[in-house]
């Protein structure tokens, strides 16, 4: 069994799958990056080559499913609601049939848990490696955009609906480049503002949270903007509480707030889809978007009414009057919650309630933890500062967007919130 050395915030590994897993030390970070990037990425910028993407796509879930024999008791204990999500998923899209469709989707579900459970198996220096070879994904997508809207502003931005162009730079929708952008400018962010660390590593990280900030707004993402600030709250909270030791006592009325104000979030389009929210919408360039959004959640409530206890499949698809027919059918609801309730059914959302309450308590278990270091890890640091990032910015683009139901890095990124850091009990 691993042993946890609390004194040095460092954990030596004992027994025959830690030592196994030893020998995949740059596996998990190479498999995040390359995770991320397969789906974060528009396979047609690679012109004749795309044909390559949705081999290489499978490739990389079998890997990533592969390492299951090499996760261990700890790591299945820091990501038992990644373990009950998945179990939950599989029981009801077996029940709801249709597993030609729904298991494609399952099996990258499956890929990200099994490599968030195995990252919780490993010691810090490695969990540290995945964080960072994520965020270097992650900042290249972003700044790739960039370059691309000033290289080839005609691929780079589309209209989609709006009165302006958006920008999709690498990838295939605003929403995808926001989530990444969003991410990318908190976590550089709050490293540049609440951290005490030379003046010129706190520039180059302003510079890049600076940038980042400037791609949500070439996207339009309101999602983002929204995103970014609240985001960018949290971590000077959870920053506050580790610095001043409030944190070190319990946990659970920091996670009561945090868990509580996600919760609440993800529940804002069940209560606006049956007028519980009463949402007019306003005659402006977003107001497509808006009316879309209120049908897809209230046809979603419908979907689930057919089939309440194991969903539809989560190869669920839908069309509305208000989508044009020569447009793709999406796999999504733009709501988390209304999205599993009308595909997994009650079982699925029981899972994936649990799975958003774990996120904000194991960020708060693992602050509270390195607040009583003496001095806290700056590793352990970098790890909390990724993980509120990761949980508060899906929670935000789940809510409205597309993470956790077909933006498959924020699985991998949202799973990975729950596994990365070492707890102290609440």
Aim: charged letters at 15%; one cysteine or more; hydrophobic letters at 55%.
């Amino acid at each position: 069994m691993p042993v946890q050395d609390e004194v040095l915030g460092r954990r030596t590994i004992s027994g025959s799958t830690a030592r196994e897993a030893q020998g995949f030390r740059w596996v998990a970070p190479l498999l995040s990056s390359a995770f991320v990037l397969s789906w974060a990425i528009e396979p047609d910028l690679l012109g004749e080559a795309s044909s390559i993407v949705p081999s290489a796509r499978w490739a990389i879930v079998v890997f990533m499913c592969l390492l299951v024999p090499f996760v261990s008791g700890r790591g299945v204990a820091r990501g038992w609601s990644i373990a009950f999500l998945l179990f939950a998923l599989a029981f009801t899209m077996i029940l709801s049939g249709a597993l030609d469709v729904s298991f494609p989707i399952f099996a990258r579900i499956l890929g990200a848990g099994v490599l968030a459970m195995f990252a919780g198996t490993l010691p810090l220096s490695e969990r540290l490696s995945i964080v960072r070879y994520i965020l270097m994904a992650s900042v290249a997508v972003v700044v790739g955009s960039l370059a691309m809207s000033l290289i080839a502003p005609e691929r780079a931005f589309h209209l989609i609906g709006l009165q302006r162009e958006r920008l999709y730079g690498l990838t295939s929708h605003p929403a995808i480049i926001g989530y990444f952008a969003s991410l990318v400018a908190t976590v550089f962010g709050s490293a540049a503002l609440f951290t005490r660390r030379s003046k010129g590593l706190r520039l180059r990280d302003g510079f890049i949270a600076a940038i980042s900030a400037l791609v949500v707004y070439l996207a339009d993402s309101r999602t983002g903007e929204i995103a970014f600030p609240l985001a960018l709250c949290c971590e000077f909270v959870v920053m506050r509480l580790i610095n001043s030791g409030l944190i070190r006592r319990s946990i659970m009325v920091p996670w009561l707030l945090f868990g509580g104000a996600v919760l609440m979030s993800t529940m804002v389009p069940i209560a606006v889809a049956t007028d519980i929210i009463p949402v007019s919408v306003k005659d402006d360039q977003y107001a497509g978007s808006t009316a879309g959004r209120i049908a897809l959640w209230k046809l979603g409530l419908s979907d689930f009414e057919s089939n309440m206890v194991v969903g539809n499949g989560l190869g669920t698809t839908f069309a509305t009057a208000d989508l044009n027919a020569d447009k793709n059918l999406l796999f999504y609801y733009h709501s988390v919650v209304i999205n599993y309730l009308a595909k997994s059914g009650i079982v699925g959302t029981v899972a994936i309630i649990a799975l958003l309450l774990s996120s904000p308590y194991a960020c708060l278990a693992g602050a509270r933890r390195v607040s009583q270091q003496r001095p806290p890890s700056p590793d352990e640091l970098i790890i909390v500062r990724f993980v509120v990032a990761a949980c508060t910015v899906t929670v935000a683009f789940a809510t409205i967007e597309a993470a956790l139901q077909n933006l498959y890095p924020s699985f991998l990124i949202f799973f990975l919130s729950i596994t990365l850091l070492s707890r102290a009990r609440a």
